[in-house]
């Protein structure tokens, strides 16, 4: 056998593996098509592509980056829509609005629910399940935070009257839509939901039990949306919607809905109070005069809002039901 000595140790050079030169040149994908994601499910994307939909996966190059419903995507491949094909997503467009939620108030991850919408409609009963306010308020300062115009869709309300709970928001201007059974079990209320749709790309949320499966497949005969049932001793629904789905709304021009998973907590960890407050340019623009660090909540020192109600100049009951809303970014409720 040979014999080694520190010299040939010292002095050894280990072969190299050969590779292929890396390039920083990125492929240009001139043959992509544009597509919406209207439904994500255990990492395949439905993408509509022009009149047809696709069935797609995310490219390697995309690495952790995140496709949501709703989201405008470049895709490459198959894009036939034939069974049994399967196309790339290689490039996701820059998203003009998102609905966010982290999974509690101490997280700072956040998890992005839809992209692009332009409405959140928290559906709520107003009874079987009783309403739950303080999970309103936090759905409420999501919208506001993501740039949603925000609209209440109260159902059951031939259990119980809605007065109660609308008093709660009218301050804070959030339009709204009642919906009721009548003695035909038909929804009465169901065209007045119809025509704040109308224009916009909705997406739809709510504890289960709701009924908001029940609006949807009134909306969208088709869409065929598991309807849950509330639990007689916890007064709590099923969760149904396993996943989130962008329907279009026939009969309504230009009109998309997302049903969601009923969610059953609202994590508001990355809302802050001056994100929040920028929502109501009326009040935003009384606290410019505020101390530094000024959270406009309650009992701060000199905040410009209790100034303004001092002065006549601002709604008491308005700036109440702001500073609900900033409370509400640290209460849970499940």
Not at 19 to 28: A, F, G
Not at 39 to 66: C, N, S
Not at 173 to 191: A, F, Q
């Amino acid at each position: 056998m040979p014999r080694y000595t520190e010299h040939d140790v010292e002095h050894y050079d280990r072969p190299r593996r050969r590779t292929r030169p890396r390039t920083k040149e990125r492929p240009s994908y001139d043959d992509a098509v544009d597509g919406l994601v209207i439904t994500v499910d255990r990492g395949r994307f439905t993408v509509l592509v022009e009149d047809r939909t696709v069935m797609a996966m995310k490219a390697r190059p995309l690495g952790r980056k995140g496709v949501v419903v709703g989201d405008r995507v470049r895709v490459v491949g198959d894009v036939s829509g034939a069974d049994g094909s399967l196309a790339r997503i290689v490039e996701v467009g820059e998203r003009a609005t998102t609905l966010r939620r982290t999974a509690d108030d101490d997280d700072p991850v956040e998890r992005v629910i839809v992209a692009n919408v332009t409405q959140l409609v928290v559906v709520t009963a107003l009874a079987d399940p009783e309403p739950r306010p303080r999970w309103i308020d936090r759905a409420l300062v999501a919208a506001y935070d993501g740039g949603l115009a925000p609209l209440l869709c109260l159902t059951k309300a031939d259990l119980e009257d809605p007065e109660t709970l609308l008093s709660t928001y009218r301050s804070l201007g959030v339009p709204w839509v009642v919906t009721r059974r009548d003695t035909d079990r038909r929804i009465i209320g169901l065209e007045d939901l119809r025509e704040r749709l109308a224009g916009e790309t909705s997406v739809l949320i709510g504890h289960s039990g709701v009924g908001k499966s029940t609006l949807v497949n009134a909306l969208i005969p088709e869409a065929r949306r598991e309807v849950g049932i509330v639990n007689a001793v916890t007064g709590q629904g099923r969760h149904t919607s396993t996943s989130a789905v962008m329907l279009a709304l026939p009969g309504t021009p230009d009109a998309w809905i997302v049903d969601t998973p009923g969610i059953r907590s609202f994590g508001l960890a990355h809302v802050q109070p001056e994100d929040l407050i920028s929502a109501f340019p009326d009040l935003d623009e009384m606290t410019e005069d505020c101390p530094r660090g000024c959270t406009h909540g309650d009992g701060e020192p000199e905040c410009g809002l209790d100034e303004a109600i001092a002065r006549g100049d601002a709604d008491a009951e308005r700036v109440a039901s702001f500073r609900r809303l900033l409370t509400a970014r640290s209460v849970t409720e499940y």
